[in-house]
């Protein structure tokens, strides 16, 4: 169970034997009292245990409510499969993230099947699902990817849901992925579109969206859109870093500047691989095939970045 709801648990718990504590008559042996002080000793070390160490493997329960959720036990099963899909996509994405690189628009999201949770259990009391990663058989001392991808997602949607203006949201999406913005829009669209609302909470990091902040933030991201063009670029390049996916490359006329940005994985590889080709190419005349990848709200460029596809040698 992740850590914060079963502190929640625990938290709820201990309220009510405090309550009874307090309640309890003092009889002659003072029975009653101690059994509650002794159990409310237990929840107290349990509580301390919890908040002083560290789960490394990846644990979220997602909670449902609102129109696909009947009573605590029963939830629509085409919302239920289009709300875990959805939110396996965002994981997977910000585990992709995490190497720094923009990812395409479209296309597989690579290495996304180290990023697959698994329900491990029902949330009891409420409408939920307990996700967890399947860990190893050898223990991790640290935190693994997915657990870290799992936390930054949670911290994310909590970061969009809170109340700033344009201004600074503009500068949360400059420095999101574009293609985890799509994950968290399509996220929203299907508890939008179903009635429903949410809380996600994890090990380290929980937000909860109700109705209207689900709305809010549908309409929020409504304006947010991530638009590719692959334009032609005639150049010199001045090389390519394979390792740190970078090209530059000087641009005609004295004052036609560098061009800078990324290097899709193919190009790096045969690059670094393939002598020939690189000798053909490194500072002399080219022409590239650079990907633009542009974050856009409301018509306004928030965010641009270049990736080199292709290059072809002129003269």
Not at 161 to 167: L, S, W
Request: glycine share 8%; with cysteine; hydrophobic share 40%.
């Amino acid at each position: 169970m992740p850590t914060l709801l079963s502190l929640e648990s625990l938290e709820t718990d201990r309220q009510f034997v405090e309550r009874q504590r307090d309640e309890a008559k003092q009889g002659a042996w003072g029975t009653s009292r101690l059994m509650w002080e002794n159990r409310l000793r237990e929840l107290n070390l349990r509580i301390a245990e919890l908040k002083a160490g560290s789960n490394s493997y990846a644990s979220v329960a997602l909670i449902f409510d609102g129109l696909p959720v009947i009573g605590q036990g029963d939830i629509r099963l085409d919302f239920s499969t289009d709300a875990l899909n959805s939110y396996q996509k965002m994981i997977s994405i910000a585990l992709a993230s995490q190497a720094g690189e923009d990812l395409p628009e479209r296309g597989p999201v690579k290495g996304s099947g180290k990023g697959r949770l698994f329900i491990r259990d029902l949330v009891r009391g409420s409408m939920g699902f307990m996700l967890e990663e399947l860990a190893p058989d050898q223990q991790e001392m640290i935190a693994t990817p997915l657990k870290q991808a799992v936390e930054s997602a949670t911290a994310l949607i909590c970061s969009m849901t809170a109340d700033q203006t344009d201004e600074n949201f503009d500068v949360l999406l400059a420095d999101t992925q574009p293609r985890m913005i799509a994950a968290v829009q399509k996220f929203t669209k299907v508890l939008q579109e179903a009635g429903a609302s949410t809380r996600i909470v994890g090990d380290e990091h929980a937000v909860g969206l109700t109705g209207p902040q689900v709305d809010a933030l549908y309409k929020r991201l409504k304006t947010v859109e991530v638009k590719e063009d692959v334009e032609e670029v005639d150049g010199t390049l001045l090389g390519i870093l394979p390792d740190a996916h970078q090209f530059e490359m000087r641009l005609p006329g004295d004052d036609g500047g560098t061009l800078k940005g990324g290097v899709a994985d193919d190009l790096a590889l045969k690059y670094l691989a393939d002598l020939q080709f690189k000798e053909t190419l490194l500072l002399k005349p080219v022409r590239a095939s650079i990907n633009y990848i542009r974050t856009m709200r409301n018509g306004k460029v928030i965010k641009e970045h270049k990736v080199l596809q292709n290059l072809v040698p002129l003269g």
